[in-house]
């Protein structure tokens, strides 16, 4: 499966931004898609997993209560939903599957490019 992140950008602390993953080929709907993140100097982080179904959600610490992350098997696409940002969240933001329902990201076999978003302060 091939991964295509979008929907970064610049945006004040308080604010909001969605980001898009859309996925290419048949087997999307049997994957677990995770987001996960990236800052300068600092290791990827997990930030949120959905089920093949969306039966199961899981979330990283930091963004529980402010991130929501959501699935639609029949456009492909995964989505992360970022409110009351913080300059803490600015990162590269990579989405993921994983034939796993897992937080892990060693066991995520598939990467999108990445989607910066920057949170000023």
């Known amino acids: 499966v091939q991964l295509q992140a979008s929907g970064g950008g610049l945006v004040q602390a308080g604010g909001s931004l969605r980001l898009s993953c859309a996925a290419s080929g048949r087997a999307f709907s049997s994957y677990t898609m995770g987001w996960f993140r990236q800052a300068p100097g600092k290791d990827r982080e997990f930030v949120a997993a959905?089920?093949?179904?969306?039966?199961?959600?899981y979330y990283g610490d930091p963004v529980k209560g402010r991130f929501t992350i959501s699935r639609d098997n029949a456009k492909n696409t995964v989505y992360l939903q970022m409110n009351t940002l913080k300059p803490e969240d600015t990162a590269v933001y990579y989405c993921?599957?994983?034939?796993?329902?897992?937080?892990?990201?060693?066991?995520?076999?598939?990467w999108g490019q990445g989607t910066q978003v920057t949170v000023s302060s």
């Open positions: 959905i089920s093949w179904n969306g039966g199961s959600i």
């Open positions: 993921a599957a994983s034939n796993w329902e897992t937080m892990r990201s060693t066991d995520y076999g598939y």
